[in-house]
């Protein structure tokens, strides 16, 4: 272990690392060894499926397709009908007008819960209780999950599992079992109606962050022009210089080398940076990285922050199947600080989450400061904020954010110390990051040394660069020499996807545990198979009731409503997409099973493990039916991860129109 006190440039100069080889199987590295009984195609068993003739990157190799779906973001393709095609955007006269058409045929949200209209005749919605119970469609069960917690449904008479709270067209309450379950709520870090309306505003007032942001502008326009007076004077000596940035770190570095050859000049490493400018009352303010609350990493499965499909039933589901850490999805700095309402919605915490963390994304020390008070001050179920320096796509990456972090070390210090002042000490700051931007050139180590010293108390490492998105393997190599490089916890994250992959890296590595992505996207009882160290022979039954699960979950979560089922069935797809790659322990020649590998078109041991692993999402819209009934007339599904995917030509689509 290094010591933390250290500057980047006595980071220690790693000798290449050999990038890891593929594990080979009975045809080739890309395909799974799977029992030739099971083969659709005999006469040609490496024949691919549909999802897997798709080529992203030129390598065509699968890992390629998805990951921690960090590319989701901000890249939202639909469907056109049923050829595909970026979804038409519309002008702010007609999107209203489609609103207001949409509300006609809605009924009254107060009529739905048995109140009074205040608006009377004057109501944008219908209130035309007789018409919307003959067209409703029949209930999906019994028991609705909100009466049976709460006493009292929300959703009234619109809920689609309304029998029991629903007599003679009204919602009834049980009086006795709501009042014993007031206040008592299941799901938080919900963004309250005053708070939203100082965010859209612009009225709300970062008390922390806003001096501290003007201490930092006036000391970075101070740096800069010490060192554009510098560079002027000492051009010659300082032609390998060619940034502002880096003028800074070697001033700095050898000032404070001088200061430490004077007290021990053995020992090649220095405290650290400490700005001489700031005030008294800024100093005393500091959190010093060891007061603030430590997380115990230490052997836990984290599931990984997942855009898109980590949504909050699916965080239910990996805690059911043994996840011990959950991390909410991707948030934007900037959507939180604008109030935006779906940006808030990805902080919610389920009960069941007893280590949960939030990840923001952000460009610079300002943006992520005021994410940060804002996320102290007015969030109470934050165990750690975790801060994404390893997104590669280029709508984060051309904006400063995420993978770019990597090229700028001073303003990761920057952000770090900035969001360690605004945080009070009960919640931790971690980050996770890239080996850096080129696959040849791993850069990353150079700051693990310094994380410490700069505020953070984990970092978790992905073991590719930015420019290999999520094509070829990991380098767990590099992982491990980076993780010995420091004192803090280190996560290893990339291509786990067995208990014995799990095993190799505890044990032949110096990390503190592991992050856990595509590999729970695909068979989210990985966590079960790691604690209980076995290959799972999962069978169709088993793997049907984590489905129902899922929908369970979902509309306990989006509402129980015909808006908050289309929802669910929505995301369940989306977790669709993925899980339908798994293929079955049993229908493998070779243990054990390969995250990287892709399938054959094959059969399962039985009709329903068959349909489990068709890559038609056809089939996945039946199975949803299962439990959420037949989608609605017009429904269309395409899986984000293929439609917004580079050089993509082929969307997964499917309509109710097709089903038989």
Request: a neutral charge.
């Amino acid at each position: 272990k290094m010591n933390q006190d250290a500057t980047l440039s006595d980071a220690p100069i790693l000798p290449d690392v050999e990038k890891p080889k593929e594990k080979s199987s009975y045809t080739s590295t890309l395909d799974a060894p799977v029992k030739k009984e099971f083969l659709k195609d005999k006469e040609n068993p490496n024949k691919k499926r549909q999802f897997d003739e798709i080529n992203y990157d030129g390598t065509n190799n699968p890992s390629t397709l998805d990951d921690d779906l960090e590319d989701q973001k901000g890249e939202d393709v639909k469907p056109k009908g049923n050829e595909g095609g970026k979804k038409v955007k519309l002008s702010q006269k007609a999107a209203r007008k489609q609103k207001r058409e949409e509300q006609k045929e809605r009924l009254c949200p107060s009529i739905i819960i048995g109140k009074e209209c205040r608006f009377g005749d004057k109501c944008i919605f219908t209130h035309d209780v007789e018409s919307f119970l003959k067209g409703k469609p029949k209930d999906l069960s019994e028991n609705c999950p909100f009466f049976e917690r709460k006493g009292f449904c929300p959703f009234g008479i619109a809920c689609r599992c309304s029998s029991k709270h629903v007599k003679d067209g009204k919602n009834i309450v049980d009086e006795e079992l709501a009042k014993k379950m007031e206040g008592l709520e299941v799901e938080f870090n919900v963004m309250n109606e005053e708070l939203q309306r100082k965010l859209h505003r612009k009225q709300y007032q970062f008390t922390k962050s806003d001096p501290l942001i003007r201490i930092f502008r006036q000391e970075k326009k101070k740096r800069i022009e010490e060192n554009n007076s510098r560079s002027k004077q000492n051009q010659q000596e300082k032609k390998e210089e060619n940034s502002n940035e880096k003028m800074e770190e070697k001033t700095i570095e050898m000032k404070e080398s001088e200061e430490k050859k004077e007290e021990s000049p053995t020992k090649n490493v220095l405290i650290q940076e400490k700005n001489e400018e700031a005030t008294s009352d800024d100093k005393e303010a500091k959190l010093r990285p060891e007061e603030r609350r430590r997380i115990d990493f230490k052997g836990k499965l984290y599931l990984a922050p997942l855009t898109t499909v980590g949504n909050l039933p699916f965080r239910r589901l990996c805690k059911k199947l043994g996840a011990d850490i959950t991390c909410g999805e991707m948030a934007l700095g900037l959507n939180l600080i604008n109030g935006q309402q779906s940006e808030w919605a990805l902080l919610k915490r389920h009960a069941s989450e007893d280590i949960f963390g939030v990840q923001v994304c952000g460009s610079n020390m300002e943006l992520l400061t005021k994410t940060a008070e804002l996320i102290n001050d007015n969030l109470d179920k934050v165990d750690f904020i975790d801060v994404n320096m390893g997104c590669p796509i280029d709508l984060i990456y051309n904006q400063g954010a995420g993978s770019a972090l990597l090229e700028h070390p001073r303003t990761i210090q920057d952000i770090l110390g900035g969001m360690n002042k605004v945080m009070n000490e009960k919640i931790s700051l971690t980050i996770k990051v890239r080996t850096g931007k080129d696959e040849a050139k791993p850069t990353i180590h150079k700051q693990f040394p310094l994380f410490e010293s700069w505020g953070a108390c984990a970092v978790t490492i992905h073991g590719r660069s930015r420019q290999q998105r999520y094509s070829r393997l990991a380098n767990w190599e590099y992982v491990n020499e980076c993780a010995k490089l420091t004192n803090l916890p280190v996560l290893g994250n990339g291509d786990i996807f067995s208990f014995t992959d799990y095993l190799d890296h505890m044990e032949n590595t110096s990390v503190s545990s592991v992050m856990i992505a595509r590999g729970a996207l695909i068979k989210p009882w990985i966590f079960t198979e790691i604690k209980e160290r076995r290959h799972w022979d999962i069978s169709s039954k088993e793997r049907l009731g984590f489905i129902k699960d899922f929908a369970d979950y979902g509309l306990d979560h989006w509402g129980s409503d015909q808006l908050g089922v289309d929802k669910t069935r929505r995301f369940l797809l989306e977790w669709m997409s993925f899980t339908h790659r798994y293929v079955p322990v049993g229908l493998l020649e070779v243990l054990p099973p390969v995250l990287n590998q892709r399938a054959p078109a094959m059969y399962g041991r039985d009709d329903l493990e068959t349909q489990m692993l068709s890559s038609d999402p056809q089939e996945w819209i039946k199975l949803t039916s299962l439990f959420l009934g037949e989608p609605p007339k017009g429904f269309t599904f395409a899986a984000k991860h293929k439609a917004s995917g580079r050089g993509c030509n082929f969307l997964a689509i499917a309509t109710n129109n097709s089903l038989t």
